[in-house]
């Protein structure tokens, strides 16, 4: 009885990590990473490679196996104060148009003024592609990235700050209170 519970356990634990691991995308800038997305047709991924930005090492993002296009540039998400950028999460929301969304974090940490934590900001980007002279870009929803704001959550100068846009579910919600669908 024991031996069974304990196996269904470490069976739902197993489960669960792989969600998260799917949900959440990247957790680190290190190396090139690869997941199957819905968006811009059947087949498509989005990767995310390590890129040198002018404060230290960002995270590019790229659409790859797009049918008509090949691979279309999403964004580079730039160091902060010498800090490597995180993807907590990618996901698509909406029918027609859909919008792809990403979360980005950057730890913000420093003890001499009690605050650590992280710095949170949620881009939305529509399925329009622009050409920029030979770059295929993804067009960045900038009215919709714009009301989710930059947020930080963890401890500021002593004070618990929350940022409520931290995982997809939250984002999710926020879109349907303001009529997104």
């Not at 296009?69 to 104060?81: M, P």
């Not at 993807?87 to 990403?102: D, M, R, T, Y």
């Not at 949170?120 to 980007?125: D, E, H, I, L, T």
């Not at 622009?130 to 714009?146: A, I």
Request: with cysteine; hydrophobic share 35%.
């Amino acid at each position: 009885m024991i031996k069974n519970v304990l196996t269904t356990v470490v069976r739902v634990f197993i489960l669960s990590l792989s969600l998260t691991t799917f949900c959440s995308g990247v957790s680190s800038a290190a190396g090139q990473q690869s997941y199957r997305i819905p968006f811009l047709g059947d087949g498509a991924s989005i990767e995310f490679r390590s890129e040198q930005s002018q404060d230290g090492e960002g995270v590019g993002a790229y659409i790859t196996r797009v049918r008509a296009a090949g691979s279309v540039f999403v964004d580079v998400y730039e160091a902060e104060g010498g800090v490597t950028p995180e993807i907590k999460s990618v996901f698509v929301n909406g029918k027609k148009p859909k919008k792809l969304f990403i979360i980005v974090t950057w730890a913000a940490d420093s003890p001499s003024i009690g605050t650590g934590g992280s710095i949170y900001q949620v881009f939305a980007y529509d399925e329009r592609i622009e050409k920029r002279g030979t770059l295929l870009k993804l067009q960045q929803d900038t009215g919709l990235t714009k009301r989710f704001g930059v947020g930080f959550d963890g401890t500021r100068e002593g004070q618990s700050v929350t940022y409520k846009y931290k995982n997809a579910p939250a984002v999710k919600r926020q879109l349907l209170e303001w009529g997104y669908k």
